[in-house]
Nanobody, 111 residues
């Protein structure tokens, strides 16, 4: 049974930083890409950043240059380092691995 656990969300002021973590276990898709997605109230879920098992990354234009996705070698664990956060980054952030979603972790950017 696949289990995905996200952590690291919270409340931060504009311009601040947060680091999200995602650990996936039990998946047969160990070489599949993993990624972070987010959904703000009243909006559709959108891709934030993805990373392949080989370390190839992709970012949405809205976070490029501010967010960095990384992956532990040989593990189904990824991170999202978020810097220069803006109120529009407020959303529930989800981790995905091989089509399985985690429960999400809330990120709120507000003064």
């Amino acid at each position: 049974q696949v289990r995905i656990v996200e952590s690291g969300g919270g409340l931060v002021q504009p311009g601040g930083s947060l680091r999200l973590s995602c650990a996936s276990s039990g998946s047969i898709f160990t070489d599949f890409a993993m990624g972070w997605y987010r959904q703000a109230p009243g909006k559709q879920r959108e891709m934030v950043a993805t990373i392949t098992s080989g370390g190839i990354t992709r970012y949405s234009d809205s976070v490029k240059g501010r967010f960095t996705i990384s992956r532990e070698n040989g593990k189904d664990t990824i991170y999202l380092q978020m810097s220069s956060l803006k109120p529009e980054d407020t959303a529930l952030y989800y981790c995905n691995h091989g089509g399985t979603w985690g429960q999400g972790t809330q990120v709120t950017v507000s003064s």
